[in-house]
């Protein structure tokens, strides 16, 4: 199956799908806040297929993505608004647009020099857009920490930013500090506030460093269970679960694991 039939056949199962007297039933039930959800929960399934390096698994994961994009856009289709092609148009004109070293006769650009090309470029589409603010168009629905290092990655380019990571180290420990003060006092509201400036602050240190906020915590994620894996797996040989092992006994282990990944 070529390319553009491929593509057309999975718009005409989606079609189908959605038929108001044949389609299915739910998929006739759903709108855009129902499906929504499922775009970014795909999203992120092609980012674990991406990191396990399986190539069938990113291919499954990559499909069902893209039937994701193919839903919203027959929703679209059905209100009047625009159908898979113009989707489909309107990005290939957008990426032309922004490489005009490529597809016109700007200059051949480095990598850096086109980062800031591209920046220049969204800002001036978000401008046309009526998006004046310096921080207008980051989307709300990002997950918060990833959201936070884009928005202070934004306002780092009119020059509201620290100087360097140690700064930015120096006011975590303002934090954290004012965090202690506030397990003081017992306000929980004032707990959550400060907790999250210092949440804030950590975005804007894995920034300085070049690092994604997101992509690191994710890594602590996986490493907190494969060595809790450790602790649960020695702690069934002996027959015993976690809930009947002693905090010490689980630390033990737990640094075991530690020292095995060294």
Known sequence: MNQEHAIQKL?????????PQTGCEWDREQDFSTIAPYTVEEAYEVQSAVAAGDPAQLRDELGDLLFQVVYLARLAE???WFDFTDVASCITDKMIRRHPHIFGDAPNRSAAAQTQAWETQKAAERQAR???????????ALPALQRAQKLTARAARVGFDWPDANAVLDKLDEEIAELRAELRAANQARQADELGDMLFVLANLARKLKLDAETCLHGTNAKFIRRFGHVEATLAQAGRLPAQASLAEMDDLWVQAKEMEA
Do not use: C, K
């Open 11 to 19: 718009i005409d199962v989606m079609a189908a799908l959605r038929h």
């Open 78 to 80: 059905e209100r009047g």
């Open 130 to 140: 009526a998006e004046t603010g310096v921080l207008d168009g980051v989307a709300s």
